[in-house]
């Protein structure tokens, strides 16, 4: 037998565990029912991805309202202008008042401004019901879903947590911490 120096590996068995330096709540953006669920603990994700979708039953039915009310308003819209329409020949020929027409036309702009302001609030309601997508913040991976698919959250409620930038932490003898070696 021959006698030389060596390196050898001693494996010590320890707990350890696996942290996130960065972990960042996706968060609903907005109240409802949680629809989807697109990932689970360990599913590796990019910034920006879908995670889960959060859905409101009111938010189509406002905006189905919304839509009905700016169509109304369109409706009147229309029988102004043709009564302004009417009422610029009767003036033309003397049966009508001036004051009269003023106040028409003050009428169809007024409506104008109305219907403007029920699509604006169509559009907002309609990207209110966008916002339900939960995307992720940063890429990763989802270390925690705290909720099921069919729950009810709340705006702001952590949907998953992504970390990134991993840190492990082993529980072991202060006497091996010495021979520690990252390989």
Known sequence: YVVQSADVRILTPAFGQIDSADAVPARARISGTLIELRVREGDSVSRGQVLAVVADARLPLQAQAEGAQAAAIQ????????DLQRFERLHADGFYPTQRLEQQRAA??????????????RAVTVETGAQGAVLASVGGTVLRVPVRRGAVVMMGEAIALVGSAYIVRLRLPERHAATLRRD
């Open 75 to 82: 409706a009147q819209l229309g029988q102004a202008r043709s």
């Open 108 to 121: 169809i702009a007024a409506l104008e401004d109305q219907l403007q302001a029920a699509r604006a609030q």
